[in-house]
């Protein structure tokens, strides 16, 4: 089975995550974040799922219950959410990782598995889990390690393991100043994806055993792996064994959890060969599929033309005299006359009115863009009333755009 971890609010988005949890923010013109975890575990035969959630829930359990309701239970199929509900008797919420496992000890062994793959709902990316597994039982490691190829340079934001040329891991070090290198390559390192695969009674008792240690912060990275390197056979499984891509295309690993980092993996969707293949029908990412029509482009005079190049348009879309480029609108956005798309990632719901001007933007979810506004040209006059980032992408909510009217 697959247990995801699906609890956390993602604060480095802002306010996309005001509402609703990381897992649950929109992606890719019509899916959410989760929905990659989810579909990598189902296009890997892997029909017994689990979701642990806690901060701002609602958005995401009323998605898998739309998007992922297609599970049998009489084929022993499942997709149980699970949220934080002081199970414990210690009235407290999830205090970690681990223990986000540790309060359902009980159902998952209602489940009767005997491996279990512990997966970040929160990031993008196509991996077969079954290829990870299958090196996991072959070398019979305590845990196997989930982990990316990166620069040396930018191995201190993550956890990063140190192998031998067998692959066991020897040490587990936390953003670490100077992290070590692979045994290939010292110019590269190997950085933890946060996807284990233990099998179910080791990880069991090693839950039981934690949960009773005062100084333990009840988190997979910062102690149950560390502890099973040095006193168990940690093993790491590279991404670039089980990604899921075309050939020659290089192996596509994304967390978007910045504005900016949301911002830019959407407009490299607009590539002209994106390295994210969602046109894959061997490995499609399963979500919600609302019924809406298919997207409309009315308008064919000058500086009113209704045309989208180098984008992606979703269905539901009306796009009246809107030209729009290199940008990303989701479902049920509606345009006006002489309004101007660039660069942009528009969220499912949005009115973007007459002659208004984006460059560079994130507009939440049912945010209606009044007349004229103009985005992305002026920094400080943005920074006024919006969200802008260090690198210039600005975030858009209703409630800012509220206050601007309000001021006005």
């Not at 496992?101 to 489940?111: E, P």
């Not at 596509?252 to 969602?278: C, M, N, R, S």
């Not at 528009?346 to 001007?357: G, Q, T």
Request: hydrophobic share 40%.
């Amino acid at each position: 089975m697959v247990f995801v971890l699906a609890g956390g609010r993602g604060s480095r988005l802002k306010e996309l995550t005001d509402r609703r949890v990381k897992p649950a923010v929109p992606f890719g013109g019509k899916a959410r974040i989760i929905d990659f975890a989810l579909s990598n575990a189902l296009n890997s035969g892997i029909r017994k799922m689990a979701i642990a959630t806690q901060y701002k829930a609602h958005s995401l359990i009323r998605h898998t219950q739309r998007g992922w309701n297609f599970f049998r239970a009489e084929r022993n199929e499942f997709l149980d959410v699970l949220p934080a509900s002081q199970r414990g008797g210690n009235e407290s919420w999830y205090k970690g990782t681990a223990d986000a496992v540790t309060q359902n000890i009980d159902i998952v062994d209602s489940y009767g598995v005997d491996h279990i793959i512990i997966l970040a709902g929160d990031h993008i990316y196509k991996m077969d889990y079954e290829i990870m597994l299958r090196q996991h039982v072959e070398t019979k490691a305590d845990v196997t390690v989930g982990c990316l190829t990166v620069p040396r340079e930018e191995a201190s934001a993550f956890g990063v393991m140190d192998t031998d040329k067998d692959g066991r891991i020897t040490s587990f070090l936390e953003k670490p100043a100077d992290p070590p290198g692979t045994p290939e390559d010292p110019d590269k390192a190997l950085a933890s994806m946060g996807i284990y695969v233990f099998d179910w009674k080791f990880l069991r008792a090693l839950l039981l055993e934690d949960a009773q240690d005062p100084n333990s912060s009840n988190d997979f990275g910062n102690d149950l792996i560390p502890g099973i390197v040095k006193n168990g056979k940690a093993m790491a499984h590279r991404f670039d064994e089980s990604c899921v891509r075309a050939p020659g295309a290089p192996a596509y690993w994304k967390d978007v959890g910045t504005v900016d980092a949301f911002w830019q993996a959407h407009i490299d969707l607009t590539d002209f060969t994106p390295e994210l293949d969602l046109w894959d029908q061997e490995w499609p990412i399963w979500t919600y599929n609302e019924s809406v029509p298919p997207a409309k482009f009315i308008h064919d005079e000058r500086d009113r033309r209704g045309m989208a190049i180098s984008s992606m348009v979703s269905g539901g879309c009306i796009i009246s005299g809107t030209e729009v480029r290199n940008s990303v609108l989701f479902t049920n956005v509606h345009t006006n006359s002489y309004a101007v798309l660039d660069h942009s990632v528009i969220l499912p719901n949005v009115i973007v009115h007459r002659s208004a001007r984006l460059r560079r933007v994130v507009v939440d979810n049912r945010v209606i863009i009044p007349e004229g506004l103009v985005v992305g040209e002026d920094p400080t006059e943005d920074a006024k009333w919006f969200r802008v980032t260090e690198r210039g992408t600005t975030l858009i909510t209703q409630s800012m755009l509220d206050k601007r009217t309000a001021s006005l």
